[in-house]
């Protein structure tokens, strides 16, 4: 079946536009994540969805970043006003579950570059 | 939530046994551990998950303490298609709200 879908696949935007960045997640998934992997770096949580509900907003690195999720199926994470330090590659996961025993399944990314 | 790491590189031949250790030291009861394979631009792959003891599949085995404070990945005979980075991920409830955190990451880099 088909797996974690995300759009664009790259994006390159002026600092201080908005970006929408999108993840279709496994049909049935309930669950679904937003990591940041910054050049050579690791994976940094920002959010997860339970259905449409983020009960956590915290890991998100600051009020420019957002994220909804409708319908129990797509995601988008929106950053604001853009910064050269939010470039990075914004990885998309979902799971059957949101317990931390479920496998998550990644998308392949979107690498934003801000110029 | 625990703070993982790995060591950041590692190099092995083609055959060998690879073992990559990740270490949490402040892991919570309810934590689970979990590894996971990257390639480049690719996202993550799921490889294997445990909460304690041993548990093994048709890809690696996943050691894991008594006191669960670390984790070791073993890949048996690996093969230059195992060269990527590996992450372990320690996931878990605090507060009734889910946490996840990645590893540092151990870059594999298989040799023939």
């Known amino acids: 079946g088909a797996g974690v879908s995300q759009s664009p696949s790259n994006k390159v935007t002026e600092k201080g536009k908005d970006v929408e960045l999108r993840c279709d997640p496994i049909?049935?998934?309930?669950?679904l994540y937003w990591y940041r992997q910054s050049l050579g770096q690791g994976l940094e949580f920002l959010i997860y969805f339970q259905g449409n509900s983020a009960p956590d907003k915290s890991g998100l690195p600051s009020d420019r970043f957002s994220a909804e999720r409708t319908g129990g199926s797509v995601s988008t994470l929106t950053i604001q006003r853009t910064q050269q330090e939010d470039s990075a590659v914004y990885l998309c996961?979902?799971?059957?579950?949101?317990?931390?025993?479920?496998?998550?399944?990644f998308g392949p990314g979107t690498r934003l570059t801000v110029l | 939530l625990a703070k993982t790491t790995q060591p950041i590189s590692m190099d092995s031949y083609e055959g060998q046994e690879v073992n990559i250790t990740c270490s949490h030291n402040?892991?919570?009861?309810?934590?689970?551990i979990t590894w996971y394979q990257q390639f480049p631009s690719q996202g993550p792959r799921f490889i294997i998950q445990?909460?304690?003891t041993k548990v093994t599949n048709e890809v690696a085995s996943l050691f894991i303490p008594a006191d669960r404070k670390s984790s070791t990945l073993s890949l048996p005979r690996v093969s230059l298609s195992d060269t990527a980075v590996y992450y372990c991920l320690v996931g878990g409830t605090t507060s009734g709200t889910y946490k996840y955190i990645f590893g540092t990451g151990t870059r594999l880099k298989v040799l023939a």
């Open positions: 402040n892991i919570a009861t309810n934590d689970y």
């Open positions: 049909s049935g998934h309930t669950a």
């Open positions: 445990g909460y304690k």
């Open positions: 996961a979902s799971s059957p579950g949101v317990g931390a025993y479920n496998e998550q399944f």
